[in-house]
């Protein structure tokens, strides 16, 4: 029984429980994520903090961050105004949202003891406003915080005014960081290896686990060991000659000694792999002894310096530079080896050249370069140069030898492969240069120079050349052939693409190439250019990121000659403003704040902005909200990657989200019923605790408007309110009143009134048939309007009226002009209006001989011409005459004299056609004699108005007495 009893009670208690309702309380924020940028350890870092607000923050309300006990924070000073400076500086270094915060809001408080930062909102933060679910805190590194000295996960907490609970953000992590660790140690590949050789460099490792790069900001600093030659300053360098993962480096490297530094082109994350490739136009010169050797790797966020893996530099045949290597020319000759013993002017360097070319007898020392020094003396026997150093070559040294074209050596007289052999006195063995193969001179590219060379840019092109040794004649088809993805317009001017200077005499476009003719006959071996204006519309590839050459064909070449290859650059970065989501105002005010998101025109685009005077410039990473409030920003915004800004834009954005607050004080119900003329409105509009034309904020109140009407106010300095009266005069029957009150942005409050007054007997309009709009039939509908719900006769009959007020009534009637009717109103009040009405049925038109007025329905207008007699025909301005009897018109002139030669009529089913100066008219195509023809006088067109008029079937009578012409029109 007991065991049944204890069950019993326990049941009780499960049951009570369930049917306890337990509130939950609403946690203050939710969903805490932090990226810390770098996040190394022992790192100055920016703390970027997202997180999910449930409850809303005020201006002034509070917001603590409690940083992990081994994070940094700065340390102030000692001495108060620079305590309260550095706190000014940390507080306006910390952004929520797109906006620093602001001292004005009070100084932030630093606590050491639990490692945090206290700082006032400078905007209200609430979660039902579009785009503030989510707040972002960004902490700037230039608040100071610095990482822990130890790796791990650590996690950050967020404090608040509106919840004293602290809430923990998701770990994040900390990390020690170095170049290739745990893998990916640099390693290099040079190519050629050879001594003294000019060389490309791949060098190739990974970022550390916190080492990731950033577009514009990152170094990377490679040093090259002792011996190699950096021969080109950084100004010498192109860009394009030095890879980062396939991408041109956007900035010139920085070269001290043996240490190139140069800027991340694009991102790349953290331990991924990176590739620095040097081309062999950099102008990097492998050392001169042989060997195993390393360069040495660290970026600006792993900066300690790792060496590579080895790589060998090895002794290889010298290399033979011959310039130029055409046949029976003057050339230069020059070439590098290590003497494997010391050699002085006692041990003469003998140089045999091939037995196919010419050495002078005489050769001057000055010609000759012995490591950049003339020798002593210089001797020629026949094909051999025996040369006397003017130094000691100490055994190991790079000897270079260096004949210039003025010595007069001549290369082969025909195409062949040339080595040149050198010993010195005491050596036995001859060694031998690499073969160099001489040719028949050849048209080649020189340079090409392509402006902007930005993908989807529009073009000017440039290409210099040497012709070969076939000259071009003139006439000659010259084929220039453009990468693939290049936009060729169908046609292009001549004038657009020159040769040397002359405009080419023909183009033809294809899709991947142009066909020019050349204009002039170029010689063999001269140099030519080719120019291609911007103008012609030539437009770069889509992508770019990547090297692109040229080609050119004549019909003296086998194959198609390619240029250099030139780096296509990306197109040009453009960045569009994006305010999203927000409610647009009057003026260009927002009355909802907008989401203030960028976009751009490519990827490894950056976004910079800030706002009105700021000195610090933000980079743009998501969509973001604007503060709520009354306030004008201006935002300054460009796009970048790693070659170039794109254009500064400057754009201001205006935000007020408050609505006037506006109260009526009489009337006081919505519906008022008065039998006075007038009545009295009285209100006021209450501030919203800014002054008006205060600096940065819209006018409190742009207007008031009763009925639509601007009312004058006044402001109350003592109250800070508006009030406003007015005597409102009242129409008979409803008087709708609509009062509003308008701030500058287009904010409106609003309220709706009724006041009935009815002491006014209702108004008759006719609309329809007018003196203006007459009735061409004789069956028609009377169209008129008046006050709605308004019972409406026409001579005693009674006529429907709409809710509108408008009503028709079916007439017949069967003479031209005007008929006189008698209407009859009574509105719903009973007020009684008896109104004549004319209507108006047909037109009658009257011409004065010798005057300019025309008479229309007892209407007068002035015409442009005076009406006279001709051949015993009156003459009258044919616009004049077309439009008044309705008939579309049109002329044509003659093209020498420019004046009218022929006229056309057209209405209905006629067409007419009048010719100046010719007594022949053709109405439907069919010849008519007439007595007297268009002609032009002061340069009007006349013509004779009764033919006119009777082929529109009209009625046309003439008053000898008056002078007058009648015409009536329909004729029944």
């Known amino acids: 029984m007991r065991k049944i009893y204890c069950i019993t009670l326990i049941c009780f208690f499960i049951v009570s429980g369930l049917s306890i309702n337990y509130a939950f309380p609403t946690k203050a924020i939710q969903d805490i994520s932090i990226i810390v940028k770098p996040r190394r350890v022992s790192t100055k870092a ?136 745990p893998d990916g140690i640099p390693s290099v590949e040079v190519t050629p290896t050879g001594i003294n050789y000019k060389a490309s460099y791949n060098i190739k490792f990974k970022t550390g686990t916190g080492g990731e790069l950033f577009m514009n900001r990152s170094r990377i600093r490679v040093t090259f060991p002792k011996g190699t030659n950096l021969s080109k300053s950084n100004k010498e360098i192109s860009k394009s000659s030095i890879l980062v993962n396939g991408k041109a480096i956007g900035q010139q490297p920085m070269i001290f000694n043996e240490t190139v530094t140069i800027l991340a082109p694009s991102y790349i994350g953290n331990s991924q792999e990176v590739s620095v490739f040097f081309s062999i136009e ?125 010595a007069g050596i001549t290369n082969p007289p025909t195409p062949e492969a040339i080595q040149l052999e050198f010993k010195w006195k005491d050596t036995n063995q001859w060694e031998v240069t690499k073969a160099v193969q001489i040719k028949e001179p050849s048209m080649k590219f020189i340079k090409a120079n392509v402006d902007p060379c930005n993908a989807q840019a529009n073009a000017f092109f440039a290409f210099t050349l040497v012709n070969g040794s076939i000259p071009l004649e003139k006439t000659d088809k010259i084929s220039i052939h453009f990468p693939k993805g290049t936009t060729i317009p169908p046609e292009i001017d001549h004038q657009l693409i020159t040769v040397s200077g002359r405009d080419v005499t023909g183009i033809v476009c294809f899709e991947t190439y142009i066909d020019i003719l050349n204009p002039r006959h170029i010689e063999s071996e001269e140099n030519f250019e080719i120019r291609i204006q911007k103008e ?46 927000g409610q647009e105002g009057h003026n260009g005010w927002f009355t909802s704040t907008p989401l203030l998101s960028f976009s751009t025109n490519q990827k490894d685009v950056e976004v910079i902005f800030w706002f009105d005077e700021e000195e610090e410039t933000q980079l743009y990473r998501k969509p973001m909200a604007l503060e709520v409030g009354q306030y004008i920003t201006t935002l300054h915004y460009y796009a970048q990657n790693s070659y170039e800004k794109g254009e500064r834009v400057d754009t201001e954005i205006k935000i007020d989200t408050i609505i006037p607050e506006l109260e009526i004080i009489k009337p006081i119900q919505p519906t008022t019923y008065t039998n006075q003329d007038s009545f009295l409105i009285i209100g006021r509009v209450l501030t919203q605790g800014l002054e008006p034309n205060e600096e940065n904020h819209a006018t409190d109140l742009d207007r008031i408007e009763i009925n639509g009407i601007p009312t004058e106010y006044l402001r109350d300095d003592e109250t800070k309110q508006f009030t406003f009266n007015l005597s409102l005069d009242l129409n008979d029957g409803v008087n709708d009143v609509s009062i509003s009150a308008f701030d500058e942005a287009g904010n ?146 003659d093209p020498m004299s420019k004046l009218v030669s022929q006229v056309v009529f057209r209405k209905g089913n006629t067409k007419i056609i009048l010719s100046i100066g010719k007594n022949k008219a053709y109405v439907n195509e069919k010849a008519i004699v007439l007595d007297s023809p268009p002609i032009i006088v002061n340069g009007r067109t006349m013509v004779p108005v009764r033919f006119v008029a009777e082929q529109f079937g009209c009625e046309v009578n003439w008053d000898s007495e008056t002078e007058t012409v009648v015409i009536r029109y329909p004729v029944w």
């Open 536 to 581: 012609a519309g030539v437009i770069n590839p889509e992508n770019g990121d990547k090297n692109i050459n040229y080609g050119l064909k004549t019909k003296s070449l086998e194959e198609t000659i390619q240029s250099p290859e030139i780096y296509l650059y990306p197109p040009i970065p453009v960045a569009k403003l994006n305010l999203q989501n």
């Open 748 to 893: 409106k409050a609003n309220r709706t009134y009724r006041i009935i007054k009815d002491t006014s007997p209702p108004e008759i309009v006719i609309e329809f048939p007018t003196a203006e709009n007459p009735s061409l039939e004789k069956s028609f509908h009377l169209k008129g309007k008046t006050e709605p719900f308004t019972e409406v006769y026409i001579n005693g009959e009674l006529v429907f009226v709409d809710a509108e007020g408008l009503f028709s009534y079916p007439l017949r009637i069967n003479k031209i002009g005007n008929t006189k009717l008698f209407a009859k109103a009574i509105d719903k009040s009973g007020n009684i209006t008896d109104q004549e009405v004319s209507v108006w049925v047909g037109v009658t038109i009257s011409l004065k001989i010798g005057s300019n007025i025309s008479v229309k329905n007892d209407k007068s207008t002035k015409i442009d011409a005076s009406a006279f007699i001709l051949n015993g025909r009156t003459m009258v301005p044919f616009r004049y005459i077309g439009e008044a009897l309705q008939a579309d018109i049109s002329f044509s002139t």
């Open 282 to 406: 950099t102008g990097i010169v492998n050392p001169s002894s042989p060997g195993e050797y390393h360069v040495q790797v660290n970026t600006s966020e792993d900066v300690d310096i790792v060496d590579s893996h080895s790589y060998s530099i090895t002794k290889e045949i010298p290399f033979l530079e011959v310039i130029p290597e055409i046949v029976n020319r003057k050339a230069s000759y020059k070439f590098s080896f290590v003497a494997d013993k010391e050699i002085t002017n006692q041990y003469p360097i003998s140089i045999q050249f091939p037995s196919s070319m010419k050495l002078p007898r005489y050769i001057d020392k000055k010609t000759v370069f012995i490591n950049k020094s003339n020798p002593i003396s210089i001797s020629v026997r026949k094909q051999l140069l025996i040369i006397n150093p003017d130094q000691v070559i100490e055994n190991g040294k790079l000897l270079t030898i260096f004949i210039k074209s003025d």
């Open 46 to 181: 920016s703390y970027q903090i997202r997180m999910k607000l449930e409850k809303p923050l005020e201006v002034h309300d509070w917001l603590k961050i409690i940083w992990p006990k081994d994070t940094q924070l700065p340390i102030l000073p000692e001495n108060k105004s620079q305590r309260n400076a550095e706190l000014k500086r940390i507080v306006e270094s910390i952004y929520i949202g797109t906006s620093p915060c602001s001292a004005c809001q009070g100084l932030p408080v630093i606590d050491y003891r639990e490692n945090s930062i206290r700082f006032n909102t400078h905007m209200e933060l609430d979660p039902a406003n579009p785009g503030y679910e989510y707040v972002d805190i960004h902490v700037t590194d230039r608040v100071g915080i610095i990482n822990p000295t130890t790796p791990g996960m650590y996690e950050l907490k967020i404090q608040t005014a509106k919840e004293l609970d602290r809430f923990a953000s998701i770990p994040y992590e900390i990390v020690e960081s170095k170049i290739g660790v």
